[in-house]
């Protein structure tokens, strides 16, 4: 049984075949041109696609962060003198952010209209730090880092005191500035 | 006459040669699964590669079923997971083969690395199989790591808070990284998206295509010759060399070299499905909530050495250790078959490459060890949930006892343990009172320092003076109390 393909009229040399027969020098000087344009028309079509993908891709490095005042709840929920959890609804979010949209944050209220409200992050590596009413130290608990009741670092490897949100109170409310996770590189969250 | 198991077996044949002469199979096979090995590659230490690229097809299959309940947003992928783990069929299950795959897959990478690194592998010509496994390894640990994310519960949640603070500590460019890493200002849905993304199209992608590439160097190149001592590397009479193996003792790798690793791949396949059946699915821990701030993440196992090194650094070269570490290491790996890739391959005439293997393997175990003990993290809880062991407050003056109550309620235990209950994070101070002096304790306790918080503006002068004598108490039966002997001693102690 014979399963080769049946190749017999590419080498008829009777049959008329443009490949066999010798190729004009101008036609070869065409076909390179005809290349160039090919490459050139797909360079643009690249840019035309590529562009627009870079810029989608890395929108981040073209944005500036958006913040905006949100409140934490009526001043008079935080205590004088106290250190208390607050949390907001972060003014950037999406319907399917689910629990993430929520953030917690510190709020120390010296006393009347002076707080500090810190970030939930140290300033090491992001991790959730806690409020110790009795020693007055917010503890880390991935490495062990320590702050002062005020945010100033107390101990471990933490190279500085905790982040701090901008605030003001307004209408009986305490805001803050929000919006982005704060990390060494844009502190002021 | 044509019986008719003979009739079948001819258009059986027929249809083979029909599909054979549009396909190429069997010259496709004799080249790739038949192409000739040297019979000592035909060895138990040559397994580790056919290995990991098993776990890795395990992954695919596992990864493929799990994405058919799965949902990668950020509100809904909790809920997906618990589904997945307590009410869909067999759901447990995959989920548990799917993450001790990874863990295997992991292992022996790492062991693959090992081995190809000792049998010295990596040398001329098989720059470029090693380099591809550099990259190979990379790809897999991202794999690793996104899909830590995947599994979307509390640790996930601050595990992504780490990498934006790593990510965060890039000069110039730090703000844009974070916010590239997580696909906006937060950790939310965008960031979730963008994981997945990574985790089942573009690491999966590019594995696929490196390894094709690293297989195709095998073909290339040859698999390494079970390395002698002796015989040496040069780069002008390698090839012939290798070529005068082949000819030699040179067998189809099918079926004459293959043996040990479809053995190995059964053990493989055992160990994943024993640790799956026997230790199940990992988490999901608590919800990926950001106000259930009570949260202690961790990593998963193979990245536990990070965490480590990230506590134990010292902090002055930790953000230039973090970014310029892994790019130095990469640069060596990349570079070494081009400064060592000649000469001996054998590991018993190369005892500096024997001590690298033994100093990074002992090290990463400490580091691991250590990342799953994290002894540096304090005790939350040791100061409400430790109480002080009787024999330390047994006949103790009124003011002692006040300074026991002052160490318990502030917190001391958190960090520092008492009869070896609490925090390892300071000293235990069940001796405290022969190590220092009442002057050295009010120092210590009133000003910090040695990586202790100052406590002079949190305690009384009352509570300090209570504290300092409780614990100048704390001194082992028989031993005198610690004195200063630079001073002439007037102290009742």
Not at chain 1, 108 to 132: E, K, M, T, Y
Not at chain 1, 177 to 184: K, M, N, R, V, Y
Not at chain 2, 152 to 165: K, P, T
Not at chain 2, 357 to 385: D, E, K, Q, R
Request: aromatic letters at 12%; charged letters at 15%.
């Amino acid at each position: 049984m014979k399963h080769e393909p049946d190749n017999s009229n590419l080498h008829d040399k009777s049959a008329p075949c443009a490949c066999s027969a010798a190729p004009a020098p101008d036609n070869s000087t065409r076909r390179e041109f005809m290349l160039k344009i090919g490459f050139a028309l797909n360079a643009v079509a690249g840019a035309a696609v590529g562009i627009p993908l870079l810029g989608y891709a890395f929108s981040s490095f073209f944005k500036n962060h958006e913040l905006d005042w949100v409140s934490l709840g009526p001043v008079d929920k935080f205590p004088e003198g106290k250190t208390r959890l607050g949390q907001f609804k972060n003014p950037v979010h999406r319907s399917w952010d689910g629990v993430t949209a929520e953030v917690p944050c510190w709020v120390r209220r010296i006393s009347g209209d002076q707080f500090q409200v810190f970030a939930i992050n140290c300033a090491h590596l992001g991790c959730p730090v806690r409020w110790f009413e009795e020693s007055k130290l917010f503890m880390c608990p991935c490495h062990g880092g320590a702050y002062y009741e005020n945010g100033d670092h107390a101990a471990g490897p933490p190279p500085r005191g905790l982040f701090t949100y901008e605030f003001k109170v307004q209408d009986g409310q305490l805001m803050i500035l929000a919006g982005a996770l704060p990390t060494l590189a844009q502190p002021n969250a | 006459m044509k019986s008719p198991v003979q009739k079948l077996s001819d258009l059986g044949k027929d249809l083979f040669l029909w599909f054979d002469d549009r396909l190429h199979v069997k010259k496709i096979w004799d080249s790739t699964a038949g192409h000739h090995v040297p019979q000592s590659a035909g060895s138990w230490f040559y397994v580790f590669g056919s290995a990991t690229l098993l776990c890795f097809m395990m992954q695919l299959v596992t990864g493929i079923m799990l994405a058919l309940v799965y949902v990668p947003s950020a509100d809904e992928a909790y809920a997906t997971l618990e589904y997945l783990t307590y009410h869909q069929q067999l759901g447990w299950f995959l989920r548990a083969v799917h993450y001790w795959g990874s863990n295997f897959m992991v292992g022996i990478m790492l062991l693959h690395m090992t081995q190809v690194y000792l049998f010295g592998a990596y040398k001329y010509p098989r720059e470029i199989t090693w380099i591809s496994g550099l990259v190979l390894l990379v790809l897999t640990l991202g794999l690793a790591f996104t899909g830590q994310v995947m599994r979307f519960d509390e640790d996930a949640y601050w595990g992504l808070g780490i990498g934006a603070a790593i990510m965060g500590r890039v000069p110039f460019i730090g703000q844009q990284l974070v916010d590239f890493m997580l696909g906006g200002q937060i950790i939310a849905s965008e960031t979730l998206s963008r994981f997945f993304a990574l985790h089942v199209f573009v690491l999966p992608g590019s594995v696929i295509a490196i390894v094709s590439l690293h297989l195709r160097m095998v073909l290339t190149k040859g698999i390494n010759e079970y390395p002698v001592p002796g015989m040496v590397v040069r780069r002008q009479t390698y090839d012939k060399e290798y070529a005068a193996i082949i000819k030699k003792e040179g067998v189809p790798f099918f079926p004459k070299a293959i043996d040990k690793d479809i053995i190995a791949a059964a053990f493989v396949i055992g160990g994943i499905v024993t640790c799956a059946c026997v230790f199940g699915p990992k988490g999901p821990s608590g919800p990926p909530d950001p106000l259930q701030i009570n949260a202690s993440p961790r990593p998963d196992f193979w990245f536990l050495w990070i965490f480590s090194i990230a506590a134990l650094m010292p902090e002055q070269i930790e953000t230039v250790a973090l970014l310029a570490g892994p790019a130095v290491i990469g640069l060596i790996l990349v570079a070494l078959p081009f400064f060592n890739g000649t000469g001996e391959k054998s590991w018993r005439r190369r005892p500096v490459a024997v001590i690298i293997v033994l100093l990074t393997w002992i090290g990463l175990g400490m580091l691991t060890y250590l990342g799953a003990t994290s002894p540096w993290s304090p005790v939350m809880n040791a100061w409400s949930a430790q109480s002080t062991p009787d024999a330390q407050i047994l006949h103790r003056s009124p003011l002692q006892l006040q300074g026991a109550v002052v160490l318990q309620y502030k917190q001391c235990r958190n960090c520092h343990a008492i009869d070896g209950l609490g925090g390892e994070r300071g000293p235990d101070l069940s001796d405290v009172g022969m190590r220092l002096t009442r002057p050295q304790l009010t120092r210590q306790v009133v000003q910090g320092g040695g990586n202790m918080p100052a406590y002079g503006q949190n305690l009384s002068p009352a509570e300090v003076e209570a504290l300092v004598d409780y614990m100048a108490s704390l001194v082992p039966a028989g031993v005198p109390p610690a004195r200063d002997y630079t001073l002439p001693q007037k102290t009742k102690n």
